[in-house]
């Protein structure tokens, strides 16, 4: 296999903070697990939330699970000029100096200050994979396609963790942009 490990493409999706679940969901709701994802302990939920900016609404926004510490809704480019709100690219869970939302969930609704984010293209890795591919936790490397519309993806993160399975996230318009599906393989190039 080499240097070669798989890609997964995100679409927009929201995790919630446990006191937004309760006022999104009413009090002492457990979110509803419909898929498990890639990643160990990741799950795509039932619910669903709609997203309003101050210029457009994204309807029926999946919620990841399990619950986090705080609110981040995780969008494309596009979502964000859709909301109007300025799109900024960051790594998961760094959400200071972005822009916030309203989140209307079916018991009540949520006015986020911050937490509307670009996902910054990254690796997951477990802790051998790192090792296997001479990086770690927080290295940025480039990441190439092949194909018609072969690209290299510079600036990607690389996270490291023992919970971690090996794979390579890009948001969905990075991803058929380069022609790439989920489960594709790309090329680890430094």
Known sequence: MGSKLPIALSNKHIHLGQEDLNILFGEGYELTRTKDLSQPGQYACEEKVDIVGPKGTLKGVRVLGPVRGRTQIEVSISDAFKLGVTPIVKNSGDVEGTPGAKVIGPKGEID???????????????TTDGEKFKVKDGDIVRVKTEGMRAVIFENVLVRVKENFALEMHVDIEEGNAAGVKNGDLVELIK
């Open 112 to 126: 986020l200050q911050d937490g509307v984010i670009v996902a910054a293209r990254h690796i997951h890795m477990h």
